[in-house]
């Protein structure tokens, strides 16, 4: 296609992708916090959505199987396709028309990232898109975690989803006009992830709206400590993965609103285990080099819980 200068639907681009362009993308759940991190720490976890989107001549097709099927929109408003669309917009490039495809396992609305994890995959399904086509417009993963962060409000789950592994990311102040980075780190080879998933859901916003507006200063070092000593333990200390867990920051906050998971929390460190809220719950996050026995998973399943081994993954890519 020639290089030429053109406006669809009020989107000044430079460049229009051909019909029948396809991308197909997988993006991995996150847990963010891990604990102590909050809004800071996040590990990808090994339960996948897939995405495949492709161009058309018009109009827009979107299909949605497994989680979120029959509650999710299937108009532009839908957050895979937002993503896609802002994606392209950000590259300079757009589609006459899209047909979006998602095949989702990571469950909603759980704390295990599943918002992060559809924006995400729609940038990098659109990424993928433009890749195809027009290679010097591919966007860096930095543009990536910027406009997934936009997106979220914060980087921590989306830093997960597009690197992998586990990472550490902070803003560099708190307006609107925020810089996101991240610094991802390799987790050990020895630690394994699993996650306890209940039937139940949370609100995102109402578990942050149970967090006071003030916390007490020896809290706040006691979890800055924490925090610091967390990423000694994913990276190369897993026997402080216990101690590193803790927190006095959100979790306890939130206990009345989840009370089996913070039951599971406790039942677990009661048993060595490092255990916390996965993100803002209410599905729980352990952390251990050797995978919790039959009794622990008769105590979450008591709880209302199943348990998951899901490993740690890695970022979001093409299949």
């Given at each position: ?8 639907e009020?989107?000044a681009?430079?460049e ?12 991995p759940?996150s ?6 991190g909050?809004?800071?720490l ?12 492709s161009t ?17 929109s ?8 937002r ?11 757009w589609?006459?028309?899209l ?9 909603h ?15 990098v399904?659109?990424n ?8 010097e ?15 979220e409000?914060h980087p ?7 690197y ?15 810089r996101?980075?991240t610094?991802?780190?390799a ?18 916003s ?5 967090l ?12 800055a ?8 333990a994913?990276t ?34 009661e ?6 809220i996965?993100g803002?719950?209410?599905t729980?996050l ?34």
């Amino acid at each position: 296609m020639t290089r030429t200068a053109q406006t669809i639907e009020g989107h000044a681009m430079t460049e229009v992708l051909p019909e029948g362009v396809r991308a197909r993308v997988q993006v991995p759940a996150s847990s963010a916090n891990l604990g102590p991190g909050f809004d800071s720490l996040g590990l990808a976890l090994g339960i996948h959505d897939l995405i495949d989107v492709s161009t058309t001549g018009s109009g827009l097709d979107v299909d949605v199987a497994g989680e979120g099927a029959g509650e999710v929109s299937l108009s532009s408003s839908h957050l895979v396709v937002r993503a896609v669309e802002r994606g392209l917009d950000a590259a300079g490039v757009w589609a006459t028309g899209l047909r979006v495809a998602c095949r989702n396992a990571i469950p909603h609305s759980r704390g295990l990232g599943s918002s992060a994890a559809a924006v995400v995959g729609g940038l990098v399904a659109a990424n993928e898109l433009v890749t195809e086509s027009f290679p010097e417009h591919r966007l860096t993963n930095d543009q990536l975690l910027q406009l997934a962060s936009g997106f979220e409000g914060h980087p921590d789950n989306a830093a997960a989803c597009i690197y992998g592994g586990a990472a550490v990311s902070w803003s560099d102040h708190c307006g609107p006009d925020r810089r996101y980075s991240t610094a991802p780190l390799a987790v050990h080879a020895d630690i394994r992830a699993h996650v306890f998933v209940p039937t139940a859901r949370s609100s995102t916003s109402a578990a942050r709206g149970l967090l006071p507006e003030q916390v007490p200063h020896t809290a706040a070092a006691f979890n800055a400590g924490r925090s610091a000593l967390m990423v000694v333990a994913l990276t190369q200390r897993p026997d402080l993965l216990l101690e590193g867990t803790e927190d006095l920051l959100h979790q306890p906050y939130r206990a009345k609103a989840m009370p089996e998971s913070a039951r599971l929390v406790a039942a677990l460190r009661e048993r060595g285990i490092a255990a916390a809220i996965s993100g803002a719950g209410p599905t729980v996050l352990a952390l251990s080099t050797a995978d919790p026995g039959a009794a622990e998973q008769e105590t979450a399943r008591a709880l209302g819980m199943t348990m998951r081994s899901v490993g740690v993954a890695r970022g979001a890519g093409r299949v």
